[in-house]
Every structure is written in C-alpha cells, then in structure tokens.
C-alpha cells in the first residue's frame, strides 16, 4: 500500500499524502475514531460523515466475542453490518486479550484467554486472527503481536521481541494466503515494538519492515511511558519505516500529542479519547480542553466554540449542554462526542493544509502556544 | 384558539384539522413527543424534523428545578435554549408536584413541595405556574389543575375538582393578565378532571368550558383505570367541548389508544410511551411491536420495518440493533427512539389521511386487524 501524493514538510518530517482503499481515499495525516463493538459511541455513520471521519477503527476481540464473526460474515463483513461505506481498520485482538485478561496463557503460537464477559475460553492465535480480520473485512488489518507490557525489563522486551517477530511473520503469511472475501481488498500492517529500549525498537522496525507489509504501525507505546519516550521512540522508528508506507501511531492521543508525532513523520491515529473525554464532559478547542459541566457555564449562551461547523456549535449552547450534562439527558453524549470528533477531523485537516504549505513548524509553534493557554488545560483527562 | 379546516370524519367522531401557531402549523391529530428536561431523551431537534414531528412538550415541574426557569429567560425562552423552532407546549407542573412528592400540602390557593432531586421546598399555584410557563414561552400553555388519583372515591374527587375549577379559573386570570414575553403568541388550554364518574366528568367539562381557554385538555385518565372507563370518560367529553377548539388527551398513549381516542373526537396526544419502549428495544410497527432484543433476530438483516423511511429501518438492520442493544452501545437508544417517533408520526398522518377520505371507520378497522396479529402483541410494556 503506496502513500501516493507524498508531501514531506521541509523544515520538520511531517508528512501529507493519499491512501487509496476500495471504500475511498483517505487523506493524511488522518485520526480514526474508534468503534470499539461496531459503532463510534454514541454516534452514527451520519454523525462520523458530517464530521468528515474518512476511516474508522473496529475492535477484532469485543467483535469476536459479540456478536461473533459468523454473524458479521453473514451480514456480508463488518462495512456491511454497521452501514459504514468508507474505509475500516480492525486491530489483531492481541492488545485486549493481553490487558483485558489476567488468566491468559501465552504459549509459542497461540494465546489461551477467557471472555472478559462471561469467562468462556477461547484461541486467538496468528492465523486465527487473520481469519477472524478477513471475516471482518476491515481495509486494513493488523498483524498479531505481543503488546508488551510497560514498565518491562530489557530481558523481557527481548523475549517479547522474538515471540511478536514470529507471529507478524506468521500473520502475514496467513494473511497472503487467503483471498479477499468480500468484493475489496484488504492490506495488513505491520506493528513495530520493543517498548522503551531504543535498540530494540531498531531491531524490530528494521526485523518489521524486512517483511512484504502494506504498511507499518508503531505499537506499545502510551501505554504509561514517560511522553518524552514515546517521541523518541517514534522518531527513531519512523527514520528506519520506508517513506513509501503508511505509518501508523496505535492508541495516540491528545491533540498536542498528534501535533507532535505528525512533526515526527507519522501519518495515521487512532485513540478513545475524544468520544471517552466528550462522554465526561471534556470538549476539544483550539483554546485548549473546555469542561462544560462547569458551573461557570450556566448562563453562557455562547457555543463551545464560535468558528466551529460542528451540529452542536451550530445549534447549541455552552449553558444547554452544561444543563443536559447536569440531568443525565443522554442526546448531551452524542453532541458532545460529534463535536470532539468534529475538533480532531479540523485538527488533522489543519495540519494537512500547513504541511502542504510548508508551513508545519510555525503551524505548531502557533498551535501549541494557544492551546495551551487554556485555563482548563490543567484538568485535562 | 381556533382550530381550522376542520374536517370530520362521516361515520365516526374523528377530526382533521389544522392549528397555527407562531412557531409553524400543526396539522391534527398530532402527536408531541415529550422532551421532559428540554430534550426528547436521545433525539436531538434535526432528529424529531426528521421524524416530522410538528410540536413537542416540556415539564414545567423539571425545567423549573433544573436548570430553573431564570437561566431559559435569560436565554430567550425555552425554544432558543434548546434550538427548537417549532411548536412546544408545557404543562403545569401540577402532575409531577402531586405525583413524585409524597411531602407536598396541599393549601386552598397553592402547594408545597419538595423537590424529588434535593428535597428543598418550594411553592406552585395557578399564579406561579403561570409565571414560569410565561419564562418558558412554550406556544401552547396548560392550566394549574389537580391531576386526581386514580382510585378516588366519588366525594373525593368532587373536593377535588371544585379546588380544580378555582385553580384554573386563577391559571386564567393569571394568564390573561400578563403580556406574551417574547415575539411569539402563547396560548392556554384548560383541563376537564372529574376521575371516571361521568357526572362529575359533565360537570367539570361545562364548568371549564365556560371560561375562556384557547383549547380544553381531557386529564387525569390513564393513571391506572380501565381502558374501557378512558374511552367512556373520553367520549363524554369530547361530545360536551366546542368543536372549534383544539382537544388534547393527556399521557395518552400506545397506538392502538391513539387509534381509538382519535375515532372519539380527540386532536392532540402526548405520551413517554414511543420513547421509552425504545430504549428498551420495543419498536413499534404496523404489525404490532417488535421485541429488537430477542435472540431470534441475531442474523434478521432486514431493516425493523421494510417500507419505513426512518434514517434507522433506511440503514440498519434488526441484527445489528439487537447487537447494540446487547452490548450496551447508547447509539442504539437515538436508533430505536428515531424509529418509534417516526412510527408515531406516520400513525398520526395515515390516521388524518383516512379522516380527510372519510374512510376512518374501515381505516381504524384495518389497522386494529393487522396490528393485533403481531406475535409480540402480548409483551408490549
């Protein structure tokens, strides 16, 4: 999977481009909003359009085991189920089974783990993985690895290292040898790891990208490391991934976060937390976090913020959705959320038109100087 | 308040008509979906314009204790504050000070009670209730009344109902002698008590009928009595109210009441019933309600109803609101309520088309047909 358009900002390694998949072009750098067990929560695929979300994560292991992938086959994938037609990406399964689970059993091909719902065991295992994604149909798969724990010993990374080695290798076999089920092609990633030990991160960017994958993920990272270790991890992985390939941060981040791993090189994000930080009542601006539950919101008939397109700062106020948080009315949720996925789509599209510019570095001085000028920014989830 | 081009049915009771307002037309009989707290839980304004919906209520009880009625003043009225542009109504309040207060006193000329949030004290009488609903602004205004419980002997509801006409006739003079607080007109509607003895119900029709409302109310019916004594209470009075003004059954109901109440002379409903059933995966159809949840729809990819053109039945199919349902994703609680209050609406229109074709009679006898054969027809809450 070629990253066509390639634009590389002169005075930093940010990067725009183009990503051609069957279900649409997605525009980079990109933030996909995460939808866990088939729906970015709280929000439809018209709510995600008029966003102008272009691509969508699914969960492989909340998808497995609810409602199953003999169920999302039938119903012709996973696009077809939950009536998205732009592009998907599904993870491997291997994150959850890892974290959501104290009773697994690693062994040397296969994970043994019980439902974090009802305690039934189950396999999840390279090849099972591949099969489940191709079930799934996502445009983009991920390759099954060990997310390794942090903090992790030196030893333990490397033991970490071998065994996520093997099974990516494993997983892209599989991968090639199974056709596309649906009527579109499915590409698979590879994930770089090698927690916070940078020359096992060399070794495994450059173990990685020895092998015929689509494109390339940086994985086990912001997942407790001190945010200095993770830029320094993620630059020195996206000076060795090829220019050519996408490339992917998993689980990152806050909006400051995107900003710097873009200038980094990095084209591809997904995280939780704008619709998690909306639920609670947290609403991305250029000013920084607002908390509009605040009691200092009651009588403020302004909206979140008075230059954005979204449907919320359109129609409502800072005061009404303080209210609706205030008596638990559900449609607060929703806007919440289309605003905070609003904000993180006008974010990626700001950075895009300033790396295109040349302009990425003043763009981030200038950004990162408003932002955090914010009187909430202290309280910030 | 007139109620226009009216049209009754030949062979039953049953009207068509038209009511304007300063916030649009309504055509009747019509149905408003209720926003208790300044929303219709889960919907927001774009979503009930989908649903056609012409007209919703708010509670005066809950919009006073939050976010109180200074705040929605101050915001230009409850339609601003919420970003509604059509036609609202409010009640009282008197139904939630009787029904959620155990504590409240009950004085000649007014009531205390104590809010059900924090159990602070406060007061409401036909004059204050008044006030807030000026505050408010909602397009159509109800009498201070008292709801009388059902059971209640005959002597009760006689101590009742006198209190009742003196409250009203107060709600009245109150209302006449203050001046619409905003650009649009408001309008008050009176209501007829007198529990399910028709004597009683005779009486407090003509006594409420002899002042001068907009439009008359039929309350305290489907709190708890037989749906046989709701219809012989409902035709009583509809048989007494003048035909040029609008009639409004209150708190009622499922379709099939809808269907009967209308064929009985009545203009406007209100229920939690469509909204409510949803969210908990009761969807209404012409063949009765359909349980969503059931495992029997786990691999049903066919929309809730084939020939509906709700942005739900248009996109998503049975299995995959069963899913949403069983893992608990809130998007499917906006699905199900955008579903039943379209349902609802399309009732209300198919029902005036019948009545403007003076086929009301063979109509309501279809419909009753079909929506009785349905295999959920015993479940339904």
């Keep these: 999977m070629e990253i066509n358009e390639l634009h590389t900002d ?8 183009l990503l051609q998949t069957d279900h649409g072009d997605i525009l980079t750098p990109v933030f996909m909003p995460v939808g866990t067990a088939g729906a970015v929560k709280s929000l439809s695929p018209e709510d995600l359009k008029s966003s102008r979300a272009q691509i969508i994560l699914g969960n492989t292991y909340h998808l497995y085991l609810r409602p199953g992938t003999e169920i999302i086959h039938q119903a012709g994938g996973l696009h077809k189920f939950i009536g998205w037609d732009r592009a998907m990406l599904t993870d491997s399964g291997g994150y959850q089974v890892f974290s959501l689970n104290d009773l697994n059993k690693i062994e040397d091909d296969r994970v043994i783990f019980r439902s974090h719902l009802d305690g039934s065991q189950h396999i999840l295992s390279p090849q099972i993985s591949m099969e489940i994604q191709r079930d799934l149909g996502a445009d983009i798969c991920m390759a099954f690895d060990e997310c390794t724990p942090f903090p992790a010993t030196e030893n333990e990374v490397i033991i970490s290292l071998e065994r996520t080695h093997r099974w990516e290798a494993a997983s892209l076999n599989a991968f090639r040898a199974s056709a596309d089920p649906y009527s579109h092609k499915q590409h698979l990633f590879g994930i770089v790891q090698g927690g916070i030990y940078p020359e096992l991160r060399r070794q495994s960017a450059e173990a990685i990208t020895a092998l015929d994958f689509d494109g390339f ?21 996206t ?16 909006p400051e976060d995107l900003v710097e791993a873009v200038s980094l090189g990095v084209d591809m994000f997904d995280c939780v937390l704008p619709t998690r930080n909306a639920r609670h009542g947290i609403l991305f601006t250029w000013d920084g976090p607002l908390h509009v539950k605040a009691g200092r919101f009651k009588a403020d008939f302004t ?43 006008e974010l990626m599209s700001a950075m895009r038109q300033a790396i295109l510019n040349n302009q990425f570095a003043s763009w981030k001085h200038d950004f990162m100087l408003r932002y955090h000028q914010s009187k909430d920014q202290s309280e910030v989830a």
């Design 303 to 345: 909206p979140v913020t008075e230059s954005c397109t979204c449907y919320t700062c359109r129609n409502f106020s800072r005061a009404y959705l303080r209210h609706l948080f205030n008596v638990n009315e559900i449609l607060v949720l929703r806007l919440a959320s289309l605003h905070n996925i609003h904000f993180y789509q």
């Design 10 to 17: 002169p005075d930093t390694k940010a990067r725009a481009g």
């Design 217 to 237: 993920a940086i994985g086990g990272l912001s997942v407790g490391e001190p945010k200095s270790a993770m830029f320094e991890m993620t630059e020195l992985v």
């Design 239 to 254: 000076d060795i991934l090829p220019a050519q390939q996408p490339r992917y941060l998993m689980g990152v981040g806050k």
